[in-house]
Nanobody, 115 residues
């Protein structure tokens, strides 16, 4: 079992930045993939960024060049640095982890981009 706890969401103006954190209850070395998904009202949950246990990353086209996913193995934490935020980035952001085919989700954190 893996518990994931997100933090760092909030209200930010267009063009601003936020950093989301996801703390895992066990060593992230044991997690094959970690990542971030988001879900806007009335839309499906979509992948934002993912990072493997060996540090390979991939991003949704809509966030490439603006968002960066990273990990701190000593803190068992994955981060999502979000820059140049746009109103269309508004959503609930969920932390995700996968371990040998089993998926885990955090409770979500709201990100609102508005002036």
């Amino acid at each position: 079992q893996v518990q994931l706890v997100e933090s760092g969401g909030g209200l930010v103006q267009p063009g601003g930045s936020l950093r989301l954190s996801c703390a895992a209850s066990r060593s992230i070395f044991s997690l094959n993939v970690m990542g971030w998904y988001r879900q806007a009202p009335g839309k499906q949950r979509d992948v934002v960024a993912r990072i493997t246990s060996v540090g390979i990353t991939n991003y949704a086209d809509s966030v490439k060049g603006r968002f960066t996913i990273s990990r701190n193995n000593t803190k068992n934490t994955v981060y999502l640095q979000m820059n140049s935020l746009k109103p269309e980035d508004t959503a609930v952001y969920y932390c995700y982890a996968q371990r040998w085919g089993t998926e885990y989700w955090g409770q979500g954190t709201q990100v609102t981009v508005s002036s």
